[in-house]
C-alpha cells in the first residue's frame, strides 16, 4: 500500500545518501602509498577470496528474491537459448567473425559534422547510419582506423622513450615482469584520449545509449568526459596476465544498490528477452508511469519494444548507481557505457587478446538471476564478493564460460575493441604470439554529473601527478620525467577534463 511504498522510498534515500557519500570520499580520500595492482581486484588473479556473507547481505537477498519458480524459470529459458547459440557455433564452417560487429570509423563519419573544437555536432544522426541490432544483440565490436597508424607508431615510440627512462618510477602487475602498467600520465597517452577522431567514436557509441528525459539523453550525445585509465604491454609466452571471465562495475553492488538492482527491474520480472509483464507487476507500473516520455524519447530510441523487456542500453538508473560500495582500489566510481582500448600493435587469437561472451542480453539475465536458484547457499551472489568485480566461472556460471569466444578479428594499430558495460569479458591464458600486444585502456563515459564531477578531479591528479584515485594509490609515476602535464592538453582535452 501507500505506506509501503513511502518506507520503501525512505531506505532508498538512505542508501543513496550513504552511496553518494561513499563516492565522495573515494573522490577525495587521502593519497597513500599502497604496494596494489591490477591483481588485487579480480578473483582469477588474485587466487580466490574467502568470505562470509554479512546479516544484512542475507537480509537483502531475501527482499529482493523474486521467487523460485520465476528464477528457475528464467534461468532455464536462458540457459535453453545458449544451447541454441552454442550449436549454432559448433556447425560446421562457423565464421566466430559474424558474432563480432566490425565497423570502419571513417565509413561512420561520413555525415558526420564536427564543431570547431571536433566533437561532433550531429551524434544521433551519425547513429542511424549504423546497423545497431548486432551491437546490441554482442554488445562488443571492433571499430577500424579510429587512430591513424602513423599517428600510433608515434605515440608507441614516444611511450617507449617514457618507460625506458623513467625505469624504476614505476610499477605493474606482475610485479617482477610488468604486463599492465601503472601508468596513467604518458604523453602518449594523453594525446590518444584527446584524439579528435577517438573522442568522436565514442561520443558516437554513447549516442547508442537511451533514457527517458531529454536532459538525460543530451548528456549521451555531449562530447564525452574523459576517463584516464592504464595500459598493457603483454609480451609473448606470458600466463601471468591470465584474467578469467568476469564483469566490471562492481559486483555485489549490483543487488545492494537500489538504482543498480532498478536496471535489471525487468529480468528480475522474468522479461529479459521481450515478454509483456502482466499487472500488476512492479515494471508494468513503471510502463505505465514512464508512457509518455518513452513515446517522446522514441525518436532517439529503437522502438517501443525498449519498454517492455530489459534493454541494456537504456541508463535511466543505471547513472545514478553506486558501484563502489567497498571503496576498492582497481574499482571504477564514473559510469562508463562501453569499456575498450586502442590498440598499439597487430594482435588476433591466440596472441594474448581479449575474450567476450557475445550474447549480452542472455548473459546479464543468466548473471542476475543466477543468484536466486536453490543450489546457492543463504546470502550468497556467485561469483560476487566485497571490493571485487565479478568473476564468472564454470562452477556457478558454466552456460556462460562455455560460450567465451577471442575477437576473432584480426586487429590492427589504431582499431579499437569495445564492450558493453555489463559484457562478460576475460584475457586469453596465454600470449601465444611473437610480438607484445599493447593496448591503452580507454572507455566510454557520458557527460552525466557524476562523471563529471570525476573528470574534473582527474585534472587535479593531472596537476599533481598523481594516480588517478580510482586506482592504487602506490606512488607510481609520481617521480617520473617527462610525464605529460596540463600544458599539453588540447581545447578539445580540455572540454573532456569538464574544464569549459
Not at 537459448?81 to 570509423?105: H, I, Q, R, W, Y
Not at 537500489?258 to 507487476?281: A, H, R
Not at 559510469?335 to 590498440?343: A, D, E, I, K, P
Amino acid at each position: 500500500g501507500a505506506h509501503t511504498k513511502e518506507m520503501l522510498s525512505l531506505v532508498r534515500q538512505s542508501v543513496r545518501t550513504l552511496a553518494s557519500q561513499r563516492r565522495s570520499y573515494s573522490r577525495t580520500r587521502s593519497f597513500q602509498f599502497k604496494k596494489e595492482s591490477i591483481g588485487d581486484f579480480f578473483v582469477s588473479l588474485e587466487g580466490g577470496v574467502d568470505y562470509e556473507p554479512t546479516e544484512d547481505v542475507i537480509k537483502r537477498k531475501h527482499d529482493i528474491h523474486p521467487g523460485i519458480d520465476l528464477a528457475t524459470e528464467t534461468v532455464d529459458s536462458v540457459t535453453r537459448s545458449l544451447e541454441d547459440k552454442k550449436a549454432m557455433m559448433s556447425e560446421p564452417g562457423f565464421d566466430l567473425c559474424t558474432l563480432v560487429p566490425s565497423l570502419d570509423l571513417d565509413t561512420i563519419l561520413q555525415k558526420a559534422q564536427p564543431n570547431s573544437l571536433g566533437y561532433l555536432t550531429n551524434p544521433l544522426e551519425v547513429v542511424q547510419t549504423i546497423e545497431t541490432e548486432s551491437l546490441a544483440k554482442a554488445g562488443c565490436l571492433v571499430l577500424r582506423n579510429v587512430v591513424p597508424k602513423a599517428e600510433i607508431m608515434s605515440m608507441r615510440a614516444s611511450l617507449a622513450t617514457y618507460l625506458d627512462e623513467n625505469k624504476g618510477k614505476w610499477s605493474g602487475f606482475p610485479e617482477e615482469d610488468p604486463q599492465v602498467y601503472e601508468i596513467y600520465w604518458s604523453k602518449a597517452q594523453m594525446q590518444a584520449r584527446q584524439h579528435p577522431r577517438l573522442i568522436q567514436a565514442l561520443q558516437i557509441l554513447n549516442s547508442v545509449w537511451t533514457t527517458t528525459t531529454a536532459e538525460a539523453q543530451s548528456q549521451a550525445t555531449d562530447c564525452p568526459a574523459v576517463y584516464c585509465d592504464r595500459l598493457r604491454i603483454r609480451q609473448p609466452g606470458d600466463v601471468k596476465f591470465a584474467l578469467g571471465p568476469h564483469v566490471d562495475g562492481g559486483s555485489l553492488e549490483r543487488w545492494l544498490d537500489p538504482y543498480y538492482l532498478d536496471t535489471y527491474s525487468k529480468v528480475l520480472d522474468g522479461n529479459w528477452q521481450g515478454m509483456i509483464p502482466s499487472f500488476p507487476s512492479p515494471s508494468s507500473l513503471f510502463i505505465v508511469a514512464h508512457l509518455v516520455s518513452c513515446i517522446v524519447s522514441l525518436e532517439v530510441g529503437r522502438g517501443l519494444t525498449w519498454m517492455l523487456d530489459y534493454d541494456p542500453f537504456d541508463f535511466t538508473h543505471r547513472v545514478h548507481a553506486n558501484m563502489d560500495m567497498f571503496d576498492a582500489a582497481n574499482a571504477c566510481s564514473a559510469f562508463r557505457t562501453w569499456q575498450g582500448w586502442l590498440s598499439l600493435s597487430e594482435c588476433q587469437p591466440g596472441h594474448g587478446t581479449l575474450q567476450v561472451m557475445p550474447f549480452l542480453k542472455e548473459s546479464t539475465a543468466y548473471m542476475v538471476m543466477r543468484p536466486f536458484l536453490e543450489d546457492v547457499p543463504d546470502g550468497y551472489f556467485p561469483g560476487a564478493f566485497p571490493g571485487r568485480g565479478q568473476d564468472i566461472n564454470p562452477r556457478w556460471h558454466k552456460p556462460l564460460t562455455d560460450l567465451m569466444i577471442s575477437i576473432p578479428h584480426k586487429i590492427e594499430p589504431g582499431d579499437m575493441v569495445l564492450w558493453h558495460c555489463d559484457l562478460i569479458h576475460g584475457v586469453e591464458a596465454q600470449h601465444g604470439g611473437s610480438s607484445d600486444s599493447s593496448v591503452f585502456f580507454i572507455p566510454a563515459t557520458p557527460r552525466t554529473p557524476g562523471n563529471v564531477a570525476y573528470a574534473q578531479g582527474l585534472y587535479e591528479s593531472l596537476k599533481a601527478g598523481t594516480t588517478p584515485s580510482d586506482f592504487p594509490q602506490s606512488g607510481s609515476e609520481l617521480y617520473c620525467a617527462n610525464k605529460g602535464t596540463v600544458d599539453d592538453l588540447s581545447p578539445l582535452g580540455l572540454k573532456m577534463y569538464c574544464q569549459d
